[in-house]
């Protein structure tokens, strides 16, 4: 059984930066995906960045491009996401996720595994 614990989320002000991290456990961290995801309030969950196994393939989904960055530890387990330039618009739970294979999904049903989110708030 695979587990993800989220931590670093918070309270900031537009403009501010913060660093998500996921810390994994249960398989081999360093053979699969990992993902971010976030969910406001009315709305559907939504795909953020993914990283592949090695971490030498990203993606972004355009609203986050240039500000977010996606990394990973193979030797912690742990997958970041740093947030730079906050909106208002980025106030939602975040979700870290794991693939379902090596590569990096854009889907949640790329996904299996889900850890219990960890809230951002940017005041505006």
């Known amino acids: 059984q695979v587990q993800l614990v989220e931590s670093g989320g918070g309270l900031v002000q537009a403009g501010d930066s913060l660093r998500l991290s996921c810390a994994a456990s249960?398989?081999?961290?360093?053979?699969?995906?990992m993902g971010w995801f976030r969910q406001a309030p009315g709305k559907e969950r939504e795909f953020i960045a993914t990283i592949n196994y090695s971490g030498r393939i990203t993606r972004y989904a355009d609203s986050v491009k240039g500000r977010f960055t996606i990394s990973r530890d193979n030797a912690k387990n742990t997958v970041y996401l740093e947030m730079n330039s906050l909106k208002f618009e980025d106030t939602a739970v975040y979700y870290c996720a794991a693939a379902r294979g090596p590569g990096s999904g854009l889907s949640t049903v790329d996904y299996g595994y889900w850890g219990q989110g960890t809230q951002v708030t940017v005041s505006s």
């Open positions: 249960g398989r081999t961290f360093s053979a699969y995906g």
